[in-house]
C-alpha cells in the first residue's frame, strides 16, 4: 500500500521561504514520479512541480508561476521529494499536496494514482 505524507507548511511572510517535506512508502518502482499540487478552497486543483525519474534519467517539470522561485528534488532510492519554495507570494496561499505513481509521461498533466493529505502552506504580507 502506497502511503505519502507531507510536512513543513505553516505560515510565512511574502518574500519567505519554506520547504515541503513528501515522504513516500510502498512505492517500489525502478521508475518514479513525484509531485506537488496544490488548490485554494473552491478552486480547481493546480500543478506546481514533478520530479520524474528512471534508470539512467530523471526530468522536473514546474508551473509558470512558479519557475525560478520552487525548486524540486529527489532523495535516493526516490522515497522522498521535497519541493524549496522561495520568494514566496500570497498567491501561493494554499493546501499543498503530494502526489505519486509508477511515471508521469504527460507531467503536471499526468493523472496521478496517490496523493497525500495535503498541507497548508500561509503567505501574507
Known amino acids: 500500500r502506497v502511503q505519502l505524507v507531507e510536512s513543513g507548511g505553516g505560515s510565512e511572510q511574502v518574500g519567505g521561504s519554506l520547504r515541503l517535506t513528501c515522504i513516500g512508502s510502498?512505492?517500489?518502482?525502478?521508475?518514479?514520479?513525484m509531485a506537488w499540487f496544490r488548490q485554494v478552497s473552491g478552486q480547481e486543483r493546480e500543478g506546481v512541480a514533478a520530479?520524474?525519474?528512471?534508470?539512467?534519467?530523471?526530468?522536473?517539470f514546474y508551473a509558470d508561476s512558479v519557475k525560478g522561485r520552487f525548486t524540486i528534488s529527489q532523495d535516493k532510492p526516490n522515497t522522498t521529494v521535497f519541493l524549496q519554495m522561495n520568494d514566496l507570494q500570497v498567491e501561493d496561499t494554499a493546501t499543498y499536496y503530494c502526489?505519486?505513481?509508477?511515471?508521469?509521461?504527460?507531467?503536471?498533466?499526468?493523472?496521478?494514482?496517490?496523493w497525500g493529505q495535503g498541507i497548508l502552506v500561509t503567505v501574507s504580507s
Open positions: 520530479f520524474y525519474s528512471w534508470p539512467g534519467g530523471e526530468s522536473t
Open positions: 502526489a505519486a505513481d509508477r511515471a508521469c509521461p504527460y507531467g503536471l498533466a499526468y493523472q496521478f494514482e496517490y
Open positions: 510502498g512505492l517500489k518502482y525502478s521508475t518514479s514520479c
